[in-house]
Nanobody, 114 residues
Framework: QVQLVESGGGLVQPGGSLRLSCAAS????????MGWYRQAPGKQRELVAQ???????DYADSVKGRFTISRDNAKNTLYLQMNSLKPEDTAAYYC????????WGKGTLVTVSS
């Protein structure tokens, strides 16, 4: 079983930045896909960004140009750099990883508010 632990959430003003981290309990090099999802109150969970083994990245249209996903295999950690944050980015953010199974973290809360 794999544990994924997110960190880095918090309260930030509009226009600010945060970097989320997702630490895995084992090597992440075997995961074919890793990604960040978010779920705002009353809404469905949605894909924010994902990164494939070879480094290909996909982003939701709403975050393109503002968010950057990256992975550090040596540290077994996935990151999400979030810049120019907007109130509509407020949500719980979840880390996801997939090999032959799908794994989820418990989430970290991001609140964008003045």
């Amino acid at each position: 079983q794999v544990q994924l632990v997110e960190s880095g959430g918090g309260l930030v003003q509009p226009g600010g930045s945060l970097r989320l981290s997702c630490a895995a309990s084992r090597s992440i090099s075997s995961f074919r896909i890793m990604g960040w999802y978010r779920q705002a109150p009353g809404k469905q969970r949605e894909l924010v960004a994902q990164i494939l083994t070879l480094g290909n990245r996909d982003y939701a249209d709403s975050v393109k140009g503002r968010f950057t996903i990256s992975r550090d295999n040596a540290k077994n950690t996935l990151y999400l750099q979030m810049n120019s944050l907007k109130p509509e980015d407020t949500a719980a953010y979840y880390c996801n990883a997939a090999d032959t199974s799908y794994y989820w973290g418990k989430g970290t809360l991001v609140t964008v508010s003045s």
